[in-house]
T-cell receptor
Framework: AQRVTQPEKLLSVFKGAPVELKCNYSYSGSPELFWYVQYSRQRLQLLLRHISRESIKGFTADLNKGETSFHLKKPFAQEEDSAMYYCALKFGGATNKLIFGTGTLLAVQP | DAGVIQSPRHEVTEMGQEVTLRCKPISGHDYLFWYRQTMMRGLELLIYFNNNVPIDDSGMPEDRFSAKMPNASFSTLKIQPSEPRDSAVYFC???????????????FGPGTRLTVL
C-alpha cells in the first residue's frame, strides 16, 4: 500500500545547525515526491518537488529510490524556518492525488 | 486572485448538529481536494473531485460525511450528525490539470477549525 512516513513529530535545533527532516515512502510505481510547508498563521504551501531538483530557501531534497527516502535538508537552520513540514507522495497516472505524511514540526531555537 | 477561499474560518457546534463547510477553488483549476488535519493523524485526504465529479472518496470516515461540488466554483463538506471526534482543521485545496510540472501544485485554503462540543 502507498504510504508516507515521517518518523519525527518534532525536531528542535539551534540556529545555524544543520537540519534533516526524514521522509520515507512506500510505493510500487515511479514516485513523485514533494515537500509542503506551513508557517505559523500561513497557508500550507509547496516548498519543493523532487523533479525540479531545485533549492528553495536553502532547502534541498534528494530522492533515493534504493532507500525509498526523500529527506529534506538545510545546512544552516534559520529561525524563520520554524514551521510544520509535510512530505507528500503523488500517485502515478492522470491524477493529482497526494498522500501526506503526518508532518514534522521544526523548531529552530535562537 | 484571493486564492482558495474557505468559510467559515472557525465553527463551534454541539454534538449532533449539522455542520457545513464551504470552499471556493481558484478559478480555472480542475481538481478540488478536502483534507482533515489532526495532531495524531496529520493531513488526511477525505475526498477529491476532478471537473466537479467525485473521483475518490475512500478517505471519507463514515456516512456522516458527505461532499458535493455543484459547479466549478463551489464545494461543500457536510457532517451530519457531528461528533466530538470530528474536531479538527479541515482544508480545501485546488490544482490545475494533471501531468504538467507545476500545474499539479495544490493550493490550500486557510482552513476551517471545527470544534464539536
Amino acid at each position: 500500500a502507498q504510504r508516507v512516513t515521517q518518523p519525527e513529530k518534532l525536531l528542535s535545533v539551534f540556529k545555524g545547525a544543520p537540519v534533516e527532516l526524514k521522509c520515507n515512502y512506500s510505493y510500487s510505481g515511479s514516485p513523485e515526491l514533494f515537500w509542503y510547508v506551513q508557517y505559523s498563521r500561513q497557508r500550507l504551501q509547496l516548498l519543493l518537488r523532487h523533479i525540479s531538483r531545485e533549492s528553495i530557501k536553502g532547502f534541498t531534497a534528494d530522492l533515493n529510490k534504493g532507500e525509498t527516502s526523500f529527506h529534506l535538508k538545510k545546512p544552516f537552520a534559520q529561525e524563520e524556518d520554524s514551521a510544520m513540514y509535510y512530505c507528500a507522495l503523488k500517485f502515478g497516472g492522470a491524477t493529482n492525488k497526494l498522500i501526506f505524511g503526518t508532518g514534522t514540526l521544526l523548531a529552530v531555537q535562537p | 486572485d484571493a486564492g482558495v477561499i474557505q468559510s467559515p474560518r472557525h465553527e463551534v457546534t454541539e454534538m449532533g448538529q449539522e455542520v457545513t463547510l464551504r470552499c471556493k477553488p481558484i478559478s480555472g483549476h480542475d481538481y478540488l481536494f478536502w483534507y482533515r488535519q489532526t495532531m495524531m493523524r496529520g493531513l488526511e485526504l477525505l475526498i477529491y473531485f476532478n471537473n466537479n465529479v467525485p473521483i475518490d472518496d475512500s478517505g471519507m470516515p463514515e456516512d456522516r460525511f458527505s461532499a458535493k461540488m455543484p459547479n466549478a466554483s463551489f464545494s461543500t463538506l457536510k457532517i451530519q450528525p457531528s461528533e466530538p471526534r470530528d474536531s479538527a482543521v479541515y482544508f480545501c485545496a485546488s490544482s490545475g490539470a494533471s501531468g504538467g510540472v507545476g500545474t499539479d501544485t495544490q493550493y490550500f485554503g486557510p482552513g476551517t477549525r471545527l470544534t464539536v462540543l
